[in-house]
């Protein structure tokens, strides 16, 4: 590729020589100027990838403000040319971040090392830049991520310090007693421990869903056994004070979506559901089959969301203005948003302050993609 390269000089004959001496050293020059003010402009619609500029030059700008002005908008290397210059200037030009200065009359040989070095120069600089930008980007993420995974592992945890504080206590109250009750309660712990281990991963998969790369693996799943299994992981956070309930619509057919984002999406909007019902009631997950598309409706009787907030929903640490002291990171809706965006559905929401909150979550049914054969390649 080209390297395009802008001279400011005011005087016409060097400007012509240097002209001449850079295109035989295989540069193109896109223009010759005289002034700040044309610089500046030429800069910007010239984008060259190097400035020699004269520190000497027309109008009311010297070459070091004008270097100094196009710097504001635009990051390119200047080099700067004269025929003398006391330390005061070399001093002010250094302080424009200069990429070094050319004494007149030039030298090839100098002219060329000199343009080669600021071009070398200025390509580690951006990547210095781009690596800084990432690395601030990345630690970032590492904090909201922690944060994300606090907010995922705490029903897991809740379910399992529950459970494990009704088997401790089991001889006090005669429906926990019995080998049925404790193999149950077993069972629970063993999936909030599983739950726990899929939600660290989803943490570390989820690092990759602003880069638009968050695994997705389809498969055949059965959607009422999944919904079934999260009502009665979540049964010991209801605590007595909310009546977990399951409604079906339509034929149960087996639906084809990736099982570890479907129960990212449902876990976060029951175990929300329930924490924002504080005086209980009922929550409903309701599952509607269409003929393309499975629709899952997350119901309570909650605090509600404020009208003007549900704009800001599924941005990442936003809560609303009512919650109160009922803790969260506001990051969950943030999290299934993702989950189903990667799916290709839509999630939107109905609420009513003091009345409850209905999420509405459309998801495609998607099918498998043929299988290909040797008798279908031979049509081709």
Not at 52 to 81: C, F, R, S, W
Not at 91 to 99: C, L, P, V
Not at 107 to 113: M, N, P, T, Y
Not at 181 to 210: C, G, H, P, T, Y
């Amino acid at each position: 590729m080209d390297t395009k390269l802008l001279i400011v000089e005011d005087e016409l004959l060097i400007a012509e020589i240097l002209s001449r001496k850079l295109k035989k050293l295989g540069y193109t020059v896109v223009d010759i100027v005289s002034s700040g003010e044309l610089a500046i402009e030429r800069a910007r619609e010239t984008e060259p990838d190097l400035i020699l500029m004269d520190i000497v030059i027309e109008g009311d700008m010297d070459g070091i403000e004008t270097a100094a002005k196009i710097h504001e908008n635009q990051n390119i290397p200047i080099i700067y040319t004269t025929a003398y210059a006391d330390d005061d200037t070399l001093d002010r030009a250094e302080n424009t971040g200069s990429y070094g200065y050319i004494l007149k009359p030039f030298k090839e040989r100098e002219l060329h090392a000199c343009i080669k070095i600021a071009l070398s120069q200025h390509q580690q600089s951006l990547k210095m830049q781009q690596s800084l930008a990432e690395a601030q980007a990345n630690s970032a993420n590492k904090s909201r991520y922690i944060s994300m995974a606090s907010h995922d592992l705490r029903t897991p945890l809740t379910t399992i310090q529950l459970s494990a504080e009704i088997l401790q206590n089991n001889n006090n109250h005669p429906a926990h007693s019995g080998e049925e009750f404790q193999k149950k309660s077993f069972e629970r712990i063993k999936r909030a421990v599983n739950n726990m281990s899929q939600m660290l991963d989803d943490v570390l998969m989820l690092n990759k869903a602003e880069s638009g790369q968050l695994p997705f693996f389809p498969d055949f799943l059965n959607v009422v056994e999944l919904c079934a299994s999260l009502l009665e992981d979540l049964q010991p956070i209801a605590a007595g004070k909310h009546c977990l309930k399951l409604q079906i619509h339509g034929e149960s057919i087996p639906g084809y979506l990736d099982k570890k984002l479907l129960r990212h999406i449902l876990m976060n909007l029951l175990s929300n559901a329930i924490k924002y019902s504080p005086k209980g009631g009922d929550v409903i997950l309701d599952l509607t089959w269409e003929p393309q598309q499975l629709i899952f409706r997350i119901q309570d009787e909650g605090i509600g969301i404020p009208p003007d907030f549900q704009s800001q929903l599924f941005q990442q640490f936003q809560r609303a203005s009512n919650v109160g002291n009922i803790k969260g990171t506001g990051l969950g809706l943030t999290i299934v948003k993702h989950s189903v965006d990667v799916h290709g559905g839509t999630i939107r929401v109905e609420s009513s302050l003091g009345k409850g909150t209905i999420f509405i979550v459309t998801l495609p049914n998607l099918m498998p993609p043929p299988k290909w054969t040797y008798e279908e390649s031979s049509n081709f």
